[in-house]
């Protein structure tokens, strides 16, 4: 079993920054692609930046230049630097990451539980 743990969320003025991690625990192999996605009330959730195994990131057009995923494989962490946050950014964010398990060395998708994000004006 594979335990996620986000933290980092919070209030923050527009203009403001923030950290969000997500900490990965359990019988765990290894951390593929490593991945942060929100959502607003009303909207569907969204991919905000993904970051690959390797170290490819992909961003939203949104975000782009403002935040920064990155991660720990010592520490199967994943983290998103945001700066420059603005109102739209309020929302859920979430975590998501492929894990190879030890028992069967199979991957699966897990994802944190959300952390609230809320951008003021």
């Known amino acids: 079993q594979v335990q996620l743990v986000e933290s980092g969320g919070g209030l923050v003025q527009a203009g403001g920054s923030l950290r969000l991690s997500c900490a990965a625990s359990?019988?765990?192999?290894?951390?593929?692609?490593m991945g942060w996605y929100r959502q607003a009330p009303g909207k569907q959730r969204e991919l905000v930046a993904r970051?690959?195994?390797?170290?490819?990131?992909n961003y939203a057009d949104s975000v782009k230049g403002r935040f920064t995923i990155s991660r720990d494989n010592a520490k199967d962490t994943v983290y998103l630097q945001m700066n420059s946050l603005k109102p739209e950014d309020t929302a859920v964010y979430y975590c998501?990451?492929?894990?190879?398990?030890?028992?069967?060395?199979?991957?699966?998708?897990?994802w944190g539980q959300g952390t609230q994000v809320t951008v003021s004006s």
């Open positions: 359990g019988s765990i192999l290894s951390t593929n692609t």
């Open positions: 970051i690959t195994s390797g170290g490819s990131t």
């Open positions: 998501a990451l492929t894990v190879t398990v030890l028992v069967g060395r199979v991957s699966h998708d897990y």
